[in-house]
């Protein structure tokens, strides 16, 4: 049999967990004019969450992640290559001979795709102008795109003036449905809920928290139930993960090797000793690269304590290494603060 646990890559089919109402949410805003905000911390599901109602509308679509653009005519070339993947090279060759900047496209062999490049221009208002003057002729009330750009909260770090350029141009288009996807809250709020920001209140805003207890556990029963103790099983792999999506899927597959292989007893705490042992090195690296402060904060919060009712530190303090742990993805605030890793937070307090 097949390991029925996924988890590094972006989940499909039978390994996606359910997301019932958050999947319909999606599906009725991709059904409307309108466009979606999407946020929730790393490693929740998102992309993967996405990428199931894309499959389900069965329409065109495009996806960036800003965190790997480093640049505006990077954008730009990223843009245009998707562009390629879902549109005939014969129709796109001459609406391309209408922009002002003219890219570079050649023939890759290794892929049989289109690689595009664009040169550094000083006015790159123009060039993503043209580009998304594409995506508006493409688009048809027949044929509707989808454009998601994941980790959005990012744009401000490709061109400080990016997210100007963006609104001024998105906003007049039709048939085009954008989603914007973000693992950092604070920055997304900012975004889309500061009044100053061009991007306020530009689409629906949906928060994706952690699975529901009872519906995860349906999910790991259904496939952990030829074990003679299931139910133990489910409940105690869960009240470990506190429901992250992530480190369920985690450990639920090694807990799954070791049922299949007849290890059976101490089966959950087992898994977990043997996660934190190949973990262990890269834990102590971590925690090397952390101040005095930081380390402090981290050692109450695996502790289930509430971060502010920490005595001895500024209250200014915490919020500076709360706000900097956010960002680095080492702490997440879902009703409260807590270490984002679970195996993270059990190697903090077995030393």
Known sequence: MMNPFKFGTIVESSFFTDRRIELQQIKSVLNSENHLILISPRRFGKTSLVVKALQESERKHIMINLQSVVSVEDFASRLLKEVFKIYKFEKLKYMIKNFRVVPTLSINPMTDGVDVAIQPMVDSRVMIEDVFSLLQMLATENDRLIVVFDEFQEIKAIDKNLDRVLRSIIQLHKNINYLFLGSQESMMREIFEKKKSPFFHFGQLLNLDKIPYEDFKLYLYDRLSFMDDADRVCDEILDFTKCHPYYTQQLASQVWEKGKNGEMENIVEEAINRLLEFHDLNFERIWLN??????????WLA?????????????STISSSLKRMLKDGYVIKTTEYEVEDPFFRNWILSR
Do not use: S
Request: glycine residues 4%; hydrophobic residues 35%.
């Open 303 to 315: 502790n289930n304590n509430k971060p502010y009712t920490l005595l001895g530190i500024a209250q």
């Open 290 to 299: 952390f101040n005095n402060t930081d380390k402090r904060i981290l050692i």
